[in-house]
């Protein structure tokens, strides 16, 4: 049997978009006729009757963190043991006294040391071959200096292909352009070290989601190929001629944070609370944690707020009248099952985005390719690759609405609420265009990993 190797060190909980990647990447694999492994870090404790081979492996702390791109700190390009190495001898400088100033086992070269010798221990534990196919589900640049270090050592042994996939941009409005060209000079230097020294070089496959990121790496001389990212499908729901409310359910998918817009969510929510709250047109569901949601919603809205561990708090009450009129803001304090996720997904009639548009230029958001598959309609910023999304399924406003700032979203919503069933059917159209494109089985044909038997892509 053959075999697909998949690693995610960023694998630690059940919840969150690490490991939905790793499962439907796996069970694409596994579609095309490939037997797979997946190694994760040593936190994540998977439930009891999941499918997947996966076994604990790695021990460091956020590889992304000493990234070159726009999510790391780091800013000169590394040698394979992670000292600094970038054109100028005075920014090394200051980057090595940076780099003392992190905890022992948190510097670069004691990660790079760790998260190499975890790959070869889970590599050697699971008889790696040089006909398997070793996938590295979350790339950047310091990681590859650990991934390059590793194969060296493991020498012959080494499949003779690896992928590597790149999610996040390294061109940003607050990077100096210094740091994009240093990322590009240490994947290069990562990759002649690799096939100067190794006695067998394996083929190194890079790949983006997106076609701006693509874009961008090629812009640093990093050939990188485009596939797409991967979604479950769900069922679209048709929407139902008679509510049992009024109210459209608005969901802010994913926990708050500063790329997804936690400066605006109150700020958002206060605007909307009389026009569309009070007068029952919209009703609110989201995720914050318990010590945070006050934070992030107007006071005003306090009392009017439904907080609960599980997403069964975003659901109307079935019998007309049960359900508190004057609850309009439902929230999750806490971490849900991938299920559960799921289900509370398909309670959304609109998928409401906050995201920085600048954080996501070139950034994939797995949310909302989500959201289109369901045919639920969207409102997102523009100047993101959420926005082309957006305006590939067709004329303005076929599946939801850009907004250029936040204070155009309340007419927005208005809007949409107004049409809504036409909105709703048109959504559900296209959504059969994100499952074609975005099924697991296309990302891995985008890779070049072709079905064992012919037959087996059909499955």
Known sequence: MRRLLFVDDNIRTLDGHYIELATLLCHGAQQLGYETELATHIEFHNTSGSDLRWSSAFTTSRMLGWSLGVDGDSQVARDPDGRPNGSSSWRNAIQFLHDQFNRTDRRPRRLLETWSHDLLTWLERVKVTPGDRLIVNTSDDFQMLGLTRALKVLGESSPKNVHLVFHFAIFGDSLHPRRPREFGVQVKRALADLAAEHPAPPVMHLHATTQPLTDQLNAVGIPASLIPYPT?????????NELSTPALNLLLGGWPRREKGTKSTSRLLKSIEQPLLRQHRYRVSMQAMLKKWKRITPRSLHPHCRLSSNYAA??????????????WLSIITSSITSAQYHDWLDTADVGLFLYDPQRYVARCSSVLLEFMIRGIPVVVPDRCWLAEQVREAGAPGAVGAIYQTVDEIP??????????????????????????????????????????KQTAIAA
């Open 411 to 452: 007419r927005l919503l208005a809007m949409m609420a107004d049409d809504y069933t036409s909105l709703r059917r048109r959504s559900l159209q296209y959504s059969r265009v994100i499952a074609d494109r975005h099924h697991p089985q296309a990302a891995l044909l985008a890779m070049g990993i072709q079905p064992v």
């Open 314 to 327: 975003t659901l109307p009450a079935a019998t007309p009248g049960t359900r508190h009129p004057e609850q």
């Open 232 to 240: 479950r499908y769900r069922q679209p729901i048709a929407y139902p």
